[in-house]
């Protein structure tokens, strides 16, 4: 560690330390997994000088995974010591995390992927997302009048979206991986069959959704007991999911969307006037897509490109930030947050414009990442005023060319990096799981515009480009990215958290290469978040009072509100892999090896 270290320790250890979410659920990590991280975190400990870090890494020498349920985990780091690669485990763990982490991992949503292919030297992303149902049209969610019907693309079978995570799991093992489906579904389904202890955090999320999940009878069958949700120490045993994971495995992707359970899955939707049909789910394709890129600093960033907004307002917020000194500036002082906040505001605003699925949109990809554009947006930035967010309109970039997600983190020792993200929306999506199943359904159709200028449940504005339309990918938030140093993979990153996923990943960023933080160190920091509308500063509690008064000194309605992201992040140095799992859940894990 350099000077930056000595800068963090003095001047935020005090209010580290009277955070106990912060503090107290980083020793979480090691407590929940087995002895064999304690090894590794005292591994970790010994290649850094302790008087100078104040979190360690978990270390590894020949691979690593992060994820958010640390079975999952568990699952990814016996895939690489069985001699599977990064593809390998990251597709055991999609599927494992499907059973553990019920609430976000899935196979009835969709998501996104990034890796790196260490034997062509490629990057490539996969698009899993969810697709419009034929049936969808842009107005089906408004009444009579025009108005949005309330809980209408959250709670009901019209909200579901056609889903993509199986055949994006296949489509990665296919032609990336090295072992066979049913080898690396296989942890899967013992632990859907055999069952698991539910966590003090799951328990508490099975409690706060359980009006959302009691309404229906095929989800009470497996979360509910007596009438109530599970709870802390319950054992989970999910014998349709198991059944479903079996066929998957012996039978691939088209199980899931001609077979068994795709018939299953429509009868569902019949049964309460949905719209999704076997046509749909047959229909269903994967797109492989070119890599968003940038450069910061003399790092490569490597993200997701449309239908997710992430890569491209990352690289845009970063190309803006780029030209500040901001370790001068010092760790979340108010004015480094200043610029995080202005970028972040001019960088939303075009979100609202701007963004949708290629196949159905123009998007000025190539203007909103280029640095000409960022330098036309830093110029409205002053250090002594700040720019309220009714001023601020879309900008004009050139040229126009052809909260409850869970994100986890691969990296092996051949030299490929896995970054994904994939996600139900909301906490158990729908709620409903499809008779049969065990397939919890998601709500992806929320992401959509249901009328322009309208919010959805993360409070975004979207406007014409990203409507409902038949066939079509919504607009989203994720955003799994690799930042590659001397053309190999560094850093790979990446956080759930609905509209506060770009700004979560873009400090995680920030706190390693601007900041020279350790990968522990980078995602305990308090985290700041805007987005344009509404306007206001969100924090997260750790934030100095003087800074805060500063900031409302410059204008800014500053709110403290829930933490924001949850990080898992791995980092490849020349003796190995460094990793960690963010402390805001407790049920997360990092392993190596």
Do not use: C
Not at 119 to 124: A, P, Q, S, Y
Not at 535 to 553: A, F, N, V, W, Y
């Amino acid at each position: 560690m350099k000077k930056h270290s000595s800068l963090f320790k003095k001047s935020l250890l005090p209010l580290l330390l009277s955070l106990p979410l912060i503090t107290l659920n980083v020793q979480a990590n090691i407590v929940l997994a087995n002895d064999q991280i304690s090894t590794q975190t005292i591994a970790a400990a010994q290649r850094y000088d302790s008087s100078k870090d104040i979190f360690h890494p978990i270390y590894g020498k020949n691979g690593m995974v992060a994820t958010e349920q640390h079975l999952a985990t568990e699952v990814g780091l016996s895939i690489l010591k069985q001699g599977g690669n990064a593809i390998d485990a990251a597709v055991a763990v999609g599927f494992a995390l499907a059973v553990v982490l019920p609430n976000a991992g899935n196979i009835g949503g969709g998501g996104f992927m990034v890796l790196h292919d260490a034997k062509t030297g490629e990057d490539f992303a996969i698009d899993f997302r969810e697709v419009a149902p034929l049936k969808a049209d842009k107005d089906m969610y408004l009444d009579e009048k025009g108005n949005v019907v309330d809980g209408k693309s959250l709670f009901t079978h019209f909200a579901v979206g056609v889903p993509g995570t199986v055949a994006g799991m296949e489509y990665a093992l296919k032609k990336w991986g090295t072992m066979p489906l049913e080898k690396v579904i296989e942890p899967a389904i013992k632990l859907a069959e055999n069952g698991f202890i539910i966590s003090d955090t799951l328990g508490k999320t099975l409690a706060v959704e359980k009006d959302n999940l009691g309404k229906w009878e095929s989800t009470k069958a497996i979360f509910f007991k007596d009438e109530a949700p599970l709870t802390s120490g319950d054992r989970l045993i999910q014998k349709d999911l198991a059944h479903s994971l079996r066929l998957i495995a012996k039978q691939g992707a088209k199980a899931f969307y001609e077979g068994e359970i795709a018939e299953k899955i429509v009868k569902e939707m019949e049964k309460h006037g949905g719209l999704i049909s076997l046509e749909d789910m047959k229909s269903y394709q994967v797109a492989e897509r070119k890599p968003v890129t940038g450069e910061y600093r003399g790092y490569k960033i490597v993200t997701m490109p449309p239908p997710s907004s992430g890569g491209a307002h990352l690289v845009q917020i970063l190309n803006i930030l780029e030209r500040y000194p901001l370790n001068e500036y010092g760790v979340n002082s108010a004015k480094a947050i200043q610029h995080y906040a202005e970028a972040m505001k001019l960088a939303y605003a075009d979100r609202s414009e701007y963004l949708g699925d290629p196949d159905f949109v123009k998007i000025p990809l190539q203007g909103l990442i280029s640095k000409k554009y960022a330098n036309e947006l830093a110029q409205k930035i002053q250090d002594d005023k700040i720019i309220p967010s009714s001023e601020i309109k879309p900008g004009k970039p050139q040229p126009y060319e052809s909260d409850q997600t869970t994100h986890y983190s691969i990296m092996d020792k051949f030299g490929n990096a896995v970054a994904v993200t994939y996600t139900l929306n909301l906490n158990f999506g729908t709620g409903i799981v499809a008779q049969g199943t065990g397939i919890l359904l998601n709500n992806e159709m929320d992401d959509f515009s249901s009328k322009p200028g309208v919010p959805n449940a993360f409070g975004l504005i979207g406007g014409t480009a990203n409507a409902i339309e038949a066939k079509k990918r919504p607009l989203s938030s994720m955003t799994p990215t690799i930042v590659m140093k001397d053309n190999k993979p560094w850093l790979v990153t990446g956080s759930p958290g609905g509209a506060r996923i770009i700004t979560t990943v873009l400090q995680s960023i920030l706190n390693t290469i601007d900041y020279d933080m350790n990968v522990a160190e980078a995602i305990n920091i308090p985290r700041v978040h805007h987005q344009w509308l509404p306007d206001e500063l969100r924090i997260e509690e750790g934030i100095s009072p003087d800074t805060i008064h500063l900031l409302e000194k410059q204008g800014y309605k500053v709110v403290t509100k829930a933490t924001m992201g949850r990080v898992q992040i791995i980092q490849a140095r020349d003796d190995g892999f460094y990793g960690a799992s963010d402390p805001r859940n407790p049920d997360g894990a990092t392993l190596g090896y």
